[in-house]
């Protein structure tokens, strides 16, 4: 009777804490480190954004659902969100064991199975455990997002249940599973989990992006009697990269092993596999501190080498046999590729002009020698050729496929009869070999590369081969130049004469052009009919301004993009000439990408990556809007842009100076990364140049005191920095007529509150996520005043602004509060009047609020 009492208070207890755990709220998460590993039937929770606060990983935040304990590990069923709430999956966490005594999380979560990362929720979205067993995933809106479809069946589920190895187990009334997240992996394995016929592994896009990627893993029958675990490209088709065999129909993760391989014993410290979005399959292990990579299971293959991955070079990248990255010899003396980033090397290479259906009669082949494709070096190559073509249909075929980017060719050294063609849709990292490829029946193949190209329209003359033909070739050219000569002189001044009448027409359009087609690494160029079937006749309009209107598009392949459509002369097609010059050529996280550009008779265009979440300053001068952004999203977001910032003034062939760094400009993907946007303004220097003359140019408010004397330095954009990041904190603009006249101006405001010791007086009071970090906030301030120093000399360069950031160099202690607002020229501050005037420079512009692409 004892035992049957303790039995019903061991369920109450845990009723109770599921219960307190169903609170939408997550109030049972504190200091105690206490298991609720258990749900019942009909229990839901929801997202919200309200005390206490989310748990800060370093790209994440989560709030948990279930807790559970294991032998080695403690997993957690959590909400993962960035840190807008504009993205956020329902998925187990790997941590560290915690003992009773110690805090209930631990460090460092590893995200090891997740329900919806191909489509997240927002904030309101609802995860339940409906009254008929089925455990679904609605987003805010009421829409399903994902579902382990088990309500309504003939098992009665009547709880969920993380077990000690991280399962995610629904249950029936006999204890019986009746579904479970093993059976559904995403990107990794834990200890105990294995991966048999039909199920896979597929890696994240990156480190940062739980979305599915390029990479899988997959357990195969292989006939007639033999199975396979296969890594491949998720391409089509699929090309595999590294194959196992096996008399075995599973490949099971255990503590020391997998699929045969063994792994360092663990101990007592936590492990599991994951697919890594480079295709490399690794084992983790906690340290003491972090997660540290124990074994690389396929690199400890013999047959895949350093190159043998897909992606190990980038796409059009070449893998040399020390595995060494870079671009093709035969391709670069022809001026046919670009290193993506010379600094990083393993990014790979893009094509200078890139392939277009619209100018197939441009294209040839290129020829690779001694030069390989990754199937080849580990996999049965004929699995994926077309037999028994010859060589030049091979060539015929890929030149007459749109679609086609490259050509394969193979034939057998020991089998001459045996030949091979493949046609490739997408080009991934090649192989440079010296000597005999060796396939891996040990026989030697010969395969040849061929890379569709563009080609110039030039005419092609053949030469003669003999001497009398070349002396009488000479004769006729004298004999044609001779008459020719006086008609020249004749039509010389009547062409003159054409040519000056229609050149005030016409100089500035052939400017652009010639300028435009002389930009190395010029993104894709568009037609003006292109972009206008792009954005549906340009119907659907994201914003408005000075400069022209940015309209939302879509490209052949469903990819959503920004066209920003400038209108009128001269000082915006300089503007379009800046833009394209400058970003056209750079490529940065924190930097909005230029897809392509139309310059087209009058037509002035630019295309841009789409910005999901728009401009910052929608986000932090909008009050009383549903969703905000909260402190740690406001701290990556100054992170990124000082990282955007010192890629431009250090890290680029030439020094780049923005010149109009503003909210308006600082735009924010779905996740709310930060990318700098609007080069119109900016000023391209050499390296060894230490300042520059130029005329005034930027936005009121954000210019830096040196601008009256028209001799700048990078320090203008650190100085433009230091308002923008007050601008973050306060959640106010520098300049708010809706203010007293006193607290008008946001640094007086300022200066007044630091003297009087208040700063936390004006931390923006609209955000209570603000106010309870507020000492972190004041903090943050000390930064953007360094940055505002009068004396440029003695304000930061962005590179020691990340470093302050990340917290590896102080502040500087002796700072200057008497900030000098420079005197505007009466010209730009009376187009000022309106909030926020546009750019201004060289003549003034009409005000805008619209600086970049939306």
Known sequence: MDDQRRSCLCCAIVLVLTSLMCSSSFHLV????????????????????????????????????????????????????????????????????????????????QLV??????????????????????????????????????????????????????????????????????????????????????????????AS?????????????????????????????????????????????????????????????????????????????????????????????????????PMVCGNYGICSSNGQCGCLEE?????????????????????????SCNNSQYHTLLELKNTSYFPFNSYPSRNYMDENIALEDCKKSCLKNCSCKAALFAYNWTYYSWKGCALLSEVFSLINYDGELINYEGEVDNITVFLKVHK????????????????????????????????????????????????KKREFEDFDEFFVDQVPGMPTRFSYEELRAMTNNFNHKLGEGGFGSVFQGTLSDGTNVAVKRLNGFGQVKKSFLAEVQTIGSIHHVNLVRLIGFCAEKSYRLLVYEYMFNGSLDKWIFQRHQELTLGWQSRRK????????????????????????????????????????????LSKLIDKDQSQVVTTLRGTPGYLAPEWLNSIITEKVDVYSFGVVVLEMLCGRKNLDRSQPEEDMHLLSLFKRKAEEERLNDIVDKYNDEMQLHGAEVVEMMRVAVWCLQSDFSKRPSMSVVVKVLEGSIDVEKNLDYNFTNPAIPRSIAAAGQQEHATSAAITLLFPSALSGPR
Not at 90 to 109: C, H, M, N, W
Not at 467 to 489: D, E
Request: aromatic share 12%; proline share 5%; net charge negative.
């Open 30 to 109: 504190n200091a105690q480190a206490v298991d609720y590993p258990i749900a019942t039937v009909s229990t839901s929770w929801t997202i919200i954004n309200d005390p206490p606060p989310a748990l800060v990983a370093p790209d994440f935040l989560w709030r948990p659902i279930l807790l559970r304990r294991g032998l080695r590990s403690r997993f957690s069923l959590v909400f993962c969100c960035d840190f807008a709430y504009t993205a956020c999956i329902v998925g187990v966490l790997i941590q560290k064991q915690t003992s009773i005594e110690q805090d209930a999380i631990a460090d460092a979560p």
């Open 113 to 206: 199975w997740s329900a919806n990362r191909n489509h997240p929720v927002k904030l309101n979205a609802t995860l339940q455990l409906t009254q008929d067993g089925n455990l679904t995933l609605s987003d805010s809106d009421g829409t399903s997002v994902w579902s382990t479809y088990t309500g309504g069946g003939n098992h009665s589920v009547s709880g969920l249940n993380l077990t000690e190895d991280g399962n995610l187990v629904l249950f029936d009334r006999n204890n019986a599973m009746v579904w479970q997240s093993f059976h559904h992996p995403t990107d990794s394995l834990l200890v105990g989990q294995d991966l048999v016929l039909g199920r896979k592994l597929t890696s994240s896009t990156s």
């Open 209 to 309: 992006n739980w979305s599915q990627g390029l990479f899988s893993l997959a357990a195969q029958f292989e006939p007639p009697d033999f199975y396979s675990l296969s890594a491949y490209v998720e391409s089509n088709p699929p090309w595999s990269y590294l194959q196992y065999y096996s008399q075995t129909n599973y490949f099971k993760f255990e503590n020391e092993s997998f699929n045969g391989q063994l792994i360092p014993a663990a101990s007592s410290s936590a492990q599991f596999i994951r697919l890594d979005p480079d295709g490399h399959l690794k084992v983790y292990e906690w340290g003491g501190s972090n997660w540290n990579v124990v074994a690389d299971l396929l690199t400890s293959h013999i047959a895949i080498g350093d190159c043998g991955y």
């Open 331 to 355: 391709a670069t003396s022809n001026h046919n590729f670009r290193q993506i980033n010379s600094r990083l090397p393993n990014l790979g290479c893009s094509l200078v002009t890139p392939i």
């Open 456 to 503: 110039s329209p030039t005419t092609q003359y053949p030469i003669p081969s003999t001497t009398n033909s070349r002396r009488k070739k000479s004769r006729q050219v004298k004999i044609i130049l001779g008459s020719s000569l006086g008609a020249f002189f004749g039509v010389f001044f009547v062409a003159a004469s054409w040519i000056f009448l229609f050149k």
């Open 637 to 680: 977001i100054i992170m990124d842009i000082a990282k955007g910032l010192a890629y431009l003034h250090e890290d680029c062939r030439q020094k780049i100076f923005h010149l109009d760094i503003k909210p308006q400009n600082i735009l924010l993907d779905e996740y709310c990364n930060a990318k700098i946007s609007d080069f119109g």
